[in-house]
């Protein structure tokens, strides 16, 4: 079965300084991994998809199939970077999205 | 049309009542989903619908918890016997297939659920 590890809950980091969130997966198959972020008294939403390889807000996420990870970085953090993020993975077909426990990122100003 | 759509958006109980949360999902989106989001906590999974297959009930907390998903659409979450353990905030997603696999699920904006 598929795992999605967030090995952090919390995330504290300055203003303009790099933000990394780890993510890590254990799946056999091909999976597609996103990033879920929940802002503030938000709904939940998508962020980013690995196979559209964009930048959202500034992150950006690469699946490194090797490491079995998709972490996601941004260069210089912003205070409305403030939020809860989720890793997730999609296998194929009929399979449900698996979420991670998920990191709060907290940017000090 | 709208998102997912779940009511109420807040619910307060007393310890042993039984309560229903309901889940509008997209307008022809096979797949849905309950999670649960305790305070301080990621996201838990509870059950997975898809199409006319059999849920995945594997993340039941316990025989409390059910829930249901009449014709293909909307589903109700049932707690019964509700403990202060189940205060929380249930999120319900859901996705459409395309080509053979789900697509990014879409989330409500959940229901918080006090036990006193």
């Known amino acids: 079965a598929q795992r999605v590890t967030q090995p952090e809950k919390l995330l504290s980091v300055f203003k303009g300084a790099p933000v990394e969130l780890k993510c890590n997966y254990s799946?056999?198959?091909?999976?597609?991994l996103f990033w879920y972020v929940q802002y503030s008294r938000q709904r939940l939403q998508l962020l980013l998809r690995h196979i559209s390889r964009e930048s959202i807000k500034g992150f950006t996420a690469d699946l490194n199939k090797g490491e079995t990870s998709f972490h996601l970085k941004k260069p210089f953090a912003q205070e409305e970077d403030s939020a809860m993020y989720y890793c997730?993975?999609?296998?194929?077909?009929?399979?449900?999205?698996?979420f991670g426990t998920g990191t709060k990122l907290q940017v000090i100003p | 049309g709208a998102g997912v759509s779940q009511s109420p958006s807040n619910k307060v109980t007393e310890k042993g009542k039984d309560v229903e949360l309901r889940c509008d999902p997209i307008?022809?989106?096979?797949?849905l989903y309950w999670y649960r989001q305790s305070l301080g906590q990621g996201l838990e999974f509870l059950i997975y619908f898809q199409g006319n297959s059999a849920p995945d009930k594997s993340g039941l907390p316990s025989d409390r918890f059910s829930a249901e998903r009449t014709g293909g659409s909307v589903s109700t979450l049932t707690i019964q016997r509700t403990q202060q353990e189940d205060s929380a905030v249930y999120l319900c997603a859901s996705s459409r297939l395309t080509g053979g696999r789900n697509t990014e699920a879409f989330f409500g904006q959940g229901t918080r659920l006090t036990v006193v």
């Open positions: 997730a993975l999609k296998p194929g077909g009929y399979q449900k999205v698996t």
């Open positions: 799946y056999s198959g091909s999976p597609e």
């Open positions: 307008s022809g989106h096979t797949a």
